[in-house]
């Protein structure tokens, strides 16, 4: 299984036991609301499919953040149907505004990029996170257009900024 030390924080593949803390953190609507493939409310099921989904295939890029071994959110570079990577992040409310979301991010793109070969890394946020945009701007994405993208937690088509990580 990987495991990417950073600093602070332990990335390491999701497991059993993040179930409860990812239904309690997940189950906020201010921490959902910015996430497009999360439902909310996010419950024990939810929790459950995608413990499974990570379990069955632990070459995936998904990663739960882990700090003084709590978990605390999660990133992932998830695999496009035009072989890029999308980067994807989310923080438990009581983590925002420490830098865990960068310094987390950046490690999982050093990985992906030097030992993965990875060549193309596209983002998306929403608009109105600018946390998210500071964030990606700190990594060396820049804005590459803009659309719209379907919330799972607010059920419809959201405005949002397309990004692409120039290295």
């Known amino acids: 299984m990987t495991e990417i030390q950073t600093e602070r924080l332990i990335l390491r593949h999701p497991v059993e036991a993040d179930i409860p803390t990812l239904v309690t953190q997940l189950n906020d609507y201010e921490v959902a609301k910015w996430l497009s493939q999360v439902p ?14 990570c379990m069955m295939d632990m070459s995936k890029l998904n990663f739960s953040i882990l700090l003084d071994g709590d978990l605390i959110g999660g990133v992932g ?11 994807g992040y989310w923080l438990g409310r009581d983590y925002w505004g420490f830098g865990f ?5 950046a490690a999982l793109l050093d990985y992906g990029i030097t030992d993965q070969k990875l060549t193309t890394i596209v983002a998306t946020y929403f608009v109105g996170n600018d946390s998210s945009a500071r964030i990606l701007s700190k990594l ?3 804005t590459s257009g803009d659309g719209k993208v379907f919330s799972k937690s607010r059920d419809q088509e959201v405005a949002a900024i397309l990004m692409t990580l120039n290295r």
Do not use: K
Request: hydrophobic share 25%; aromatic share 12%; glycine share 10%.
């Open 140 to 142: 060396g994405f820049e």
């Open 77 to 87: 570079l998830t695999v496009q149907s035009d072989g890029s990577h999308e980067l």
């Open 101 to 105: 979301g960068t310094e987390a991010a």
């Open 40 to 53: 909310y409310p996010y419950t024990r099921t939810d929790a459950d499919e995608w413990i499974q989904r």
